[in-house]
């Protein structure tokens, strides 16, 4: 790295540490990634989505500069995973053609060594002395064991080295779990919301938040099976990502159970939204596949609740789940609580 260069480095790293400090974003190297790149300007999308969270949110939340890292950032990184476990997987492969060339090679020595053994089964006819018989006999005994010992010993390598790229492979996808997308959906899963959620509250940036889930799921599941119930997450699921705009997050909390955080809006915007959703679920039509009969009497209930500035994160959930068991209570396909 030139003086030059290495000049503006320290002047990007100057500029990025007091922004994280202001919008306590902690320190971890993606991070500083992320925000070197903010203040070199390198890229001007990357640019565009954080001045939109910090215009939204009044901040860029935790989740937030995780998803534009692994966005903008972590692709090449990410590929080159990808590339990686594609190599070991051929290296696997590899070894296992290697292993068979190996014993196919001790195959055909020992092929050797038996027209040995039936040549010096014929020592006599040809005129070979006792001592030149020994010196060939114990000459092909000795190769003979020095291949078998290297091919057992070269046999164990491979065994050890598989086991340890399957190994490699398997802890490679488990980091996978540590992510903030839920598997099933493609939403926010509880990590991401709890981390939002939490900025949120601490940087003082009102918000709302809508708890929902689907009603009678346990009804499709039992009558259709879990791939039916799997579609219908499916498809509520992308009811809720089709209204994440303007700052506005899905979450699946687990099972049928969603969440959405709305910052900077007000219990009545947040409930006009969830009204939105409720009317726009109801309409939803899914095929079953397997009986070819058409699910259309999906609904789902809503609570909606506003944070007051000073509520800690359980205390809203609790208060918002409340709504939502009352909506429930109410017959359902409704949302609480009622418009004022």
Not at 16 to 24: C, E, F, T
Not at 298 to 323: N, Y
């Amino acid at each position: 790295m030139s003086k030059d260069s290495f000049a503006q480095s320290a002047a990007y790293l100057k500029q990025a540490v007091p922004l994280m400090i202001k919008y306590q974003i902690p320190t971890t190297p993606a991070n500083y990634t992320l925000w070197y790149s903010y203040v070199s300007a390198s890229m001007p999308e990357l640019n565009q989505a954080i001045d939109q969270a910090i215009k939204l949110q009044g901040t860029c939340s935790l989740t937030t500069c995780e998803r534009l890292f692994h966005q903008y950032l972590a692709a090449q990184s990410d590929q080159q995973l990808e590339t990686m476990k594609l190599n070991l997987a051929a290296m696997t492969s590899e070894l296992g053609h290697t292993m068979q060339d190996a014993l196919s090679d001790t195959g055909a020595f020992q092929a050797m060594l038996d027209r040995s053994f039936d040549r010096l089964s014929r020592i006599d006819d040809e005129g070979l002395s006792l001592e030149d018989t020994m010196g060939i006999l114990r000459e092909l005994v000795r190769e003979s064991r020095d291949v078998r010992m290297s091919t057992m010993h070269f046999r164990s390598q491979l065994t050890s080295a598989e086991k340890e790229i399957k190994a490699l492979k398997e802890a490679l996808d488990e980091t996978r779990k540590l992510a903030n997308e839920d598997a099933l959906t493609g939403l926010l899963n509880r990590r991401a919301f709890s981390l939002e959620m939490d900025s949120l509250i601490r940087n003082r940036h009102p918000f709302s938040l809508i708890l929902t889930d689907i009603d009678r799921f346990k009804n499709f599941n039992d009558e259709y099976g879990h791939l039916l119930g799997d579609q219908v997450l499916r498809a509520f699921s992308k009811r809720l990502r089709e209204c994440c705009k303007e700052g506005v997050s899905a979450y699946r909390l687990g099972g049928e159970e969603f969440a959405l955080l709305l910052p900077g809006r007000s219990l009545a915007l947040s409930r006009q939204v969830a009204e939105s959703l409720r009317r726009a679920i109801e309409k939803m039509s899914i095929l079953d596949r397997k009986s070819g009969r058409r699910i259309d009497h999906i609904t789902s209930s809503f609570g909606v609740g506003e944070h007051d500035g000073t509520e800690a994160a359980d205390p809203l959930v609790e208060r918002v789940d409340r709504l939502l068991y009352k909506a429930k209570e109410l017959g359902r396909n409704r949302v609480m609580p009622l418009p004022s």
